[in-house]
């Protein structure tokens, strides 16, 4: 028996629909995968900035430490190293 | 003798002007194909939509025997009436065409014949002319837009190494000038009634390709389309949504478009 126009319409609907839903299956794996990359390489770029983080945090200590030790020399010393200045340009004018 | 080509035109008897002068479209594209493919076994299929006055029915079912005329009296859907159209034809290969076109030199129909007939190819375009000359379609391109390769160019465009003017692989072609297989146009479902208006022929060339076909531009076949070259398309965001859900990956992965577009 052939197929009606009804029957063959039908058939094509159910066809156009089957490969409706796997196109989107496979854009939908598409999108996935390409969140999936994305996840990998953002992890990647936080780990090495958390690096980058850490090193600038010891390189920040080391710097506040060594602001601190030298707000704690003594005043004297600091004096006695202007005058030691002072008397070495006057002994430079008066050659 | 069976049938070769049937061609399936969608119409609800429109009139427009084209060269000064007043035409109902679908009787002169009618006009055009008989007097232009006489060595092919063909039958013309007019799917008349509820608006076509019955006297243009008539008129066009006395231009030749091989003309029929199948009602369609739902709502709009360009889809619709592709695939009632094609399941009453009885040709192997389909010819869909707009019924503003107009064909005016022998032989387009055969070399459209002759690139289909390719293994592998699962549609085959022609080259299509505004009223002026210029281009409406010669292939389509997926890779930004979806939309026509040199629109709106000289007709006789060759491109960068003549390659408009060369039988080529395309990403896809209109439907309104395609042929494809009547066996192809089964396996794939027709096109799809989910896209009424916009993109049913991208779909349509996608889920060929999506099956393991190629599309083909046939520049030699070349024919008028006397779509308005400002037509203001109306595309509806369900219809980007949906093609995109179907497609997006592989229309932009679009590797027709030549590089000069």
Known sequence: MSEGV???LARWAQRDAAIGLDAELNETRVALTARDDEIVDLRARNERLAQNVSQLMTERDALARQIDALKAQPRWQQISRRVVSAGVRISRKGS | MPVEVSVVIPSIGTSGEVRGQRRVFVVEAVRSVLATTSSITREIVIVAGRDMPP??????????PCVRCVRYDAEFNFSATVNLGAAH????HLLLLNDDTEATTDGWLQL????????????VGARLLFEDGTLQHAGHTYRTLLGHVAFGLPGDTPGR?????????VAGVTAACMLTPAAVYDEVGGFTTLLPGNYNDVDYCMKLRHAGYDIVYEPAAVLYHFESKSRITGIK??????????????SLADPFTPAFI
Do not use: H, Y
């Open chain 2, 237 to 250: 965001p369900f219809e980007v949504e949906l093609i995109q859900r179907r497609w997006l990956s592989k």
């Open chain 1, 6 to 8: 009804d029957e063959k």
């Open chain 2, 55 to 64: 006297a243009i029915a008539d008129e066009l079912c006395a231009l030749d």
């Open chain 2, 161 to 169: 190494d003549g390659l408009l003017l060369q039988r080529r692989s």
């Open chain 2, 89 to 92: 034809a009885t040709g192997t």
């Open chain 2, 112 to 123: 459209m014949l002759d690139a289909v007939n390719v293994p592998g190819i699962g549609a």
